[in-house]
């Protein structure tokens, strides 16, 4: 597949790094980013070209990757560049299917999607959201793009605010549990490198048995719960502090945020 890649920062070089380990040619992968040094870095590691957006009317994909303000400038730029087949995907929060329609060459096939940075390592999760008039077959390509790299949904556009709340945004939020344990492991007196040692490990376990055994994360988590042991006590603190009111919370103010931006200028 010709790939050409707009914007190759956090998500866009995190996809390329997936497609290029996923077996992608780097050869028909193409760069565009206005900041040289970054395509440079990409173009050593990697093999692909660097390029501009003429590139556009070789490619299959153009995947746009700029930040949710600029991705309708790239879009309008884009005019002249692309054949009336290519397909445009953007993974943009917050920018509706009916803008990048507006701001395309009329007819362009478009797709929204929401990856996230774990595609970096093809454990990504991407919801995928097909634009008016796309085909079956545009459809296939855009989920084999990001099935290269992870799993992925088709969902309606309503959803993927929904989405962003939890795989979009989701790394986000284990990070932030993972770098708080760590600290805490500081506080009881372990050295930096054992505490993180320890929870990254039990990160990557718990991953695992989430994915592998079946189970819900409920029965998971009684399983670790000793009647009247430490663990119960470590949960009912989580439980005092709030931390379940607290996910649900940062899952709704992520959904809020994005029907914010959509509504954006
Ligand atoms: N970071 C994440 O985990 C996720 C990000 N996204 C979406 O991905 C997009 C990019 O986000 P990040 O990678 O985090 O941002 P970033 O700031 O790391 O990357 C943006 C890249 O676009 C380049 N750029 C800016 N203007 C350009 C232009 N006119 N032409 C070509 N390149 C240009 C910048 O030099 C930079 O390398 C956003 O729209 C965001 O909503 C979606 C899912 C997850
Ligand atoms: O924070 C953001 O807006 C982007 C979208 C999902 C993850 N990162």
């Not at 050409?4 to 193409?30: C, E, I, T």
């Not at 990001?146 to 556009?157: F, K, N, S, W």
């Amino acid at each position: 597949m010709r790939i050409v890649l707009v914007g190759a920062g956090a998500m866009g070089g995190a996809l390329l790094s997936g497609w290029v380990a996923g077996g992608q040619d780097p050869a028909d992968v193409v760069v565009v980013d206005s900041y040289t040094p970054r395509v440079n870095e990409l173009v050593a590691e990697f093999g692909v070209r660097g390029a501009d957006l003429n590139e556009a009317a070789e490619a299959d994909v153009v995947v746009l990757a700029v930040k949710p303000h600029q991705i309708l400038g790239v879009a309008k730029a884009l005019d002249g560049a692309l054949r009336p087949g290519t397909v445009v995907v953007s993974i943009a929060a917050g920018v509706p299917l009916a803008k990048l329609v507006d701001a395309l060459p009329e007819g362009q096939p478009v797709f929204r999607v929401m990856p996230n940075t774990p595609a970096l390592l093809g454990k990504g999760m991407s919801g995928v959201v097909a634009g008016p008039g796309t085909s079956q077959d545009q459809q296939l390509m855009v989920v084999g793009l990001l099935d290269a790299v992870g799993r992925t949904v088709v969902i309606d556009e309503d959803h993927i605010d929904a989405l962003t709340g939890l795989s979009g945004s989701g790394p986000a939020y284990l990070f932030y549990v993972a770098e708080a344990m760590v600290e805490a492991g500081v506080h009881q007196g372990l050295t930096r490198p054992e505490a993180t040692a320890l929870v990254n490990q039990t990160f990557v376990g718990a991953a695992a048995m989430l994915d592998e055994s079946g189970d819900s994360a409920t029965l998971l988590r009684e399983r670790v719960t000793s009647p009247g042991g430490t663990t119960a006590a470590a949960l009912r603190t989580l439980d005092d502090h709030g931390v379940r009111a607290a996910l649900l919370a940062a899952v709704e103010a992520c959904v809020e945020r994005g029907a914010q931006m959509a509504s954006d200028g």
